[in-house]
């Protein structure tokens, strides 16, 4: 199983929608967004993708009536901290770096993912790792992991 992950996307909905539709094709079910995602349109584009369970942290920019849709979809968990688990191992989700691990101090947690600053970091030396995609509307690119192993795949194209 994969699970993708990105952050800070912004107002780049084309490099989303050109992200999911990746996605869909390759029959990747689980998106972990670290948040700043809102932008005109972007509940309509999560509409279109239902069968992609998405976990998203809410941003600094995250805020108005497209939060309020993505809400409302059955697929897709929003909140300031996300906590979920696939396959036996534990994952946790905020903007910045450090709310989720205050918030789940004590819990089980095999990987922590963040955004906000821009810049992709890959701790994947520590226990819990600490992961930042990086943005992809800045052209970070994106991240596959595989679960349950950890390995982590950097991509930077949607084909």
Known sequence: MKLAVISDSHYAIDQLEK???F?????????????DLVTDGVG???QRFPEINSYIAIGNCDYGEELVTLNNLSHVV??????F?????????SHKDGMAQRALKGQPVDVFFHGHTHTT?????LHPMIINPGSLMDGHGFLLI???SLKIDRRFLFE
């Open 19 to 21: 992200f999911l539709k």
């Open 23 to 35: 996605l869909k094709r390759e029959k990747i079910q689980y998106l972990a967004h670290a948040g």
């Open 44 to 46: 309509k584009l999560f």
């Open 78 to 83: 929003l909140d300031t901290v996300v906590q």
């Open 85 to 93: 688990e696939l396959e036996g191992k534990h994952f946790a989700i």
């Open 121 to 125: 970091r890959i701790d994947d030396h």
């Open 146 to 148: 595989d679960v349950p």
